[in-house]
């Protein structure tokens, strides 16, 4: 079996006032030592499993903004994930990268030191929309990064964009992607932005300094989308998340497909497969310290219900264009429940799921309200309530660099 492994990296230069993911301005010396810690919090996981027989497929540098740090703190990492596990040779080797904080050196030392794959947040080429979200950057810097990340050799690069901002245009968010297009990347992440609680955004909103877009202003952009990427060659796999033939994210596909997986780094999650989860302390100075007194740094562990195991696959396999075969369901949940669900998908508003009697799947259009579409299926998973609804995973590429 194999497995992947999550590296949150919080720094950033600055807050952005969407995001609700665990990140810091470094204060001195924090980035420096950062990579020490990580080796330690690596070796204690090698040494207490579950992970410890397993070969790695996937690492991930997310944040906060990884590319803050230098090409050798990298290397330093790499080097110590390779001491303790077996890496297959055709591991994907992700690193995001913010494009106001990298360089054409740092990117060409970020591929020999074993990266082979960028993530690059360029979120918008409006400079207003870049200036609604505070980005460091504007839509220059994306495209000099972009090439960059080009000449320096790396043959395998995904951009992020986020659409739904106060006052947005169907049209803006078309030129976006008229852009994005022109420098022909591998992959590609569309968000809508959410407003989450404890963020600057969601107070604005509640005091009326932002005033969101509709949901069918957003559904619209999102088809339209759907419509415009997969007319350009690019395969719409997963919710957010378009692909190049043979460029699918290989460590999302982990989450997705309810594979092992651990995180290091201060507020980073783990999963083994099976029923436990658990989760980092989300603070970088108690981070340090349960490492630094031999202690474990994870603070919260959940040992998942059958119900939530269930609701969990459900979830995340209808995530996926693939969607569920009828022959799987049944040998999850037994032929009484799949029909029952089957039952319930026909039932459903039309244009939300594409049923067959052997497989199901969610449309895009039932993706964008893709929690009451699921939370609906799995009444015939079940007789319990449903449980809380999670989408998994250790996050969904907007919030970082």
């Not at 720094?11 to 952005?16: K, L, M, P, V």
């Not at 969601?202 to 877009?213: D, H, K």
């Not at 040998?331 to 067959?356: F, S, Y």
């Given at each position: 079996?194999?497995?992947?492994?999550?590296?949150?990296?919080?720094?950033c230069r600055r807050?952005?006032?969407?995001?609700?993911?665990?990140?810091?301005?470094?204060?001195?010396?924090?980035?420096?030592?950062?990579?020490?810690?990580?080796?330690?919090?690596?070796?204690?996981?090698?040494?207490?499993?579950?992970?410890?027989?397993?070969?790695?497929?996937?690492?991930?540098?997310?944040?906060?903004?990884?590319?803050?740090?230098?090409?050798?703190?990298?290397?330093?990492?790499?080097?110590?994930?390779?001491?303790?596990?077996?890496?297959?040779?055709?591991?994907?080797?992700?690193?995001?990268?913010?494009?106001?904080?990298?360089?054409?050196?740092?990117?060409?030392?970020?591929?020999?030191?074993?990266?082979?794959?960028?993530?690059?947040?360029?979120?918008?080429?409006?400079?207003?929309?870049?200036?609604?979200?505070?980005?460091?950057?504007?839509?220059?810097?994306?495209?000099?990064?972009?090439?960059?990340?080009?000449?320096?050799?790396?043959?395998?690069?995904?951009?992020?964009?986020?659409?739904?901002?106060?006052?947005?245009?169907?049209?803006?968010?078309?030129?976006?992607?008229?852009?994005?297009?022109?420098?022909?990347?591998?992959?590609?992440?569309?968000?809508?932005?959410?407003?989450?609680?404890?963020?600057?955004?969601?107070?604005?909103?509640?005091?009326?300094?932002?005033?969101?877009?509709?949901?069918?202003?957003?559904?619209?952009?999102?088809?339209?989308?759907?419509?415009?990427?997969?007319?350009?060659?690019?395969?719409?796999?997963?919710?957010?998340?378009?692909?190049?033939?043979?460029?699918?994210?290989?460590?999302?596909?982990?989450?997705?497909?309810?594979?092992?997986?651990?995180?290091?780094?201060?507020?980073?999650?783990?999963?083994?497969?099976?029923?436990?989860?658990?989760?980092?302390?989300?603070?970088?100075?108690?981070?340090?310290?349960?490492?630094?007194?031999?202690?474990?740094?994870?603070?919260?562990?959940?040992?998942?219900?059958?119900?939530?195991?269930?609701?969990?696959?459900?979830?995340?396999?209808?995530?996926?264009?693939?969607?569920?075969?009828?022959?799987?369901?049944?040998?999850?949940?037994?032929?009484?429940?799949?029909?029952?669900?089957?039952?319930?998908?026909?039932?459903t508003a039309p244009?939300?799921?594409?049923?067959?009697?052997?497989?199901?799947?969610?449309?895009?259009?039932?993706?964008?309200?893709?929690?009451?579409?699921i939370l609906r299926?799995?009444?015939?998973?079940?007789?319990?309530?449903?449980?809380?609804?999670?989408?998994?995973?250790?996050?969904?590429?907007?919030?970082?660099?």
């Amino acid at each position: 079996m194999s497995f992947g492994v999550y590296i949150h990296m919080p720094f950033c230069r600055r807050r952005c006032p969407y995001c609700d993911f665990y990140k810091k301005v470094p204060r001195a010396g924090e980035m420096e030592i950062f990579p020490s810690l990580l080796e330690k919090e690596l070796e204690a996981r090698a040494a207490t499993g579950p992970f410890s027989d397993l070969e790695m497929t996937s690492i991930y540098f997310g944040g906060g903004t990884p590319s803050l740090h230098p090409p050798e703190h990298i290397r330093q990492i790499l080097k110590a994930i390779h001491r303790h596990w077996p890496v297959k040779a055709e591991a994907e080797i992700t690193l995001e990268a913010n494009p106001a904080t990298a360089n054409p050196h740092e990117l060409g030392e970020l591929l020999r030191c074993g990266v082979n794959r960028l993530s690059l947040g360029l979120q918008s080429f409006s400079q207003r929309k870049l200036q609604v979200l505070f980005r460091d950057h504007d839509a220059s810097d994306s495209r000099e990064c972009f090439h960059q990340a080009r000449q320096a050799g790396f043959s395998n690069v995904s951009v992020d964009l986020i659409f739904g901002l106060p006052d947005e245009t169907l049209n803006e968010w078309l030129a976006d992607l008229e852009q994005v297009l022109s420098l022909g990347p591998d992959h590609i992440s569309l968000y809508n932005l959410e407003y989450h609680e404890g963020t600057p955004f969601y107070r604005w909103r509640e005091n009326g300094r932002l005033v969101p877009l509709s949901d069918e202003t957003e559904l619209e952009m999102y088809l339209a989308a759907h419509e415009k990427l997969a007319a350009s060659g690019f395969e719409h796999y997963e919710i957010s998340n378009f692909a190049r033939p043979g460029f699918r994210a290989k460590h999302n596909l982990l989450y997705w497909t309810g594979s092992p997986y651990f995180g290091v780094g201060p507020s980073a999650h783990s999963y083994d497969g099976e029923r436990t989860r658990w989760e980092n302390t989300r603070d970088f100075s108690s981070w340090r310290t349960a490492l630094t007194s031999q202690s474990a740094p994870a603070t919260s562990y959940e040992q998942m219900t059958d119900a939530q195991q269930k609701l969990e696959w459900l979830s995340m396999r209808l995530r996926l264009a693939k969607g569920i075969s009828y022959d799987e369901t049944v040998r999850r949940v037994g032929v009484a429940r799949t029909n029952a669900m089957w039952q319930l998908a026909k039932e459903t508003a039309p244009g939300l799921i594409d049923i067959g009697e052997a497989h199901l799947a969610v449309t895009p259009r039932g993706w964008f309200c893709e929690n009451e579409v699921i939370l609906r299926l799995y009444k015939g998973l079940s007789d319990e309530p449903a449980p809380e609804h999670r989408s998994g995973g250790n996050r969904s590429n907007i919030e970082g660099v």
